[in-house]
């Protein structure tokens, strides 16, 4: 077996990309900390085709820290659409009035484990993905439409922000590609 070279995989250029349609998801950083998850977060969100990127609150964003983030990021921070809101619960109320079911990928009372969920093709989400030491802040989390949970069955109570967020980009991408 021969691994692909880069040509042979048909992948779209920037501009394609830009002019693409996407999956009706948002993905909100809720004060996350690391540049590199940041940078992970958009790699993972160019492969899926994510509608966009809010970056909120100590969140770090491309224009200040182009090189860190771009280590992980690999230029995905130019394709994919982003902007800064200060306020995590701004951003998620003013998504929420534009018609998106917010969903908070946290452990919580009666979180929906993620492989007990499909997403609806006729809906559009925001995915909120929390701090690395805190989560998703709680007042995000009570006005959410409801929580995802991953399911763990180690010793650690959580997993890496990123890796969360690429775990969860995927089920909804289950979902939600035939409409790409």
């Not at 090189?67 to 998620?92: F, N, Q, R």
Request: net charge negative.
């Amino acid at each position: 077996m021969k691994k692909l070279e880069i040509e042979e995989m048909g992948r779209m250029d920037c501009e394609q990309f830009r002019n693409s349609r996407k999956m009706p998801l948002v993905i909100v950083l809720d004060n996350v900390r690391s540049i590199y998850n940041i940078g992970s977060v958009f790699r993972t969100a160019d492969a899926f085709r994510i509608s966009e990127i809010i970056l909120c609150g100590i969140t770090a964003t491309p224009d200040n820290c182009n090189v860190e983030i771009h280590k992980t990021a690999l230029g995905a921070e130019e394709t994919v659409k982003w902007k800064y809101c200060s306020s995590t619960l701004d951003a998620v109320i003013s998504l929420k009035s534009d018609g998106y079911k917010i969903v908070s990928l946290e452990q919580v009372h009666e979180s929906i484990k993620l492989d007990d969920f499909t997403a609806e093709s006729d809906k559009k989400y925001c995915l909120v993905l929390g701090n690395e030491v805190h989560g998703v802040d709680q007042s995000v989390v009570d006005i959410s439409d409801f929580s995802l949970e991953i399911p763990q069955y180690g010793t650690k109570h959580s997993l890496n922000v990123s890796v969360s967020a690429g775990i969860a980009m995927w089920e909804f991408a289950k979902s939600l590609s035939k409409l790409l």
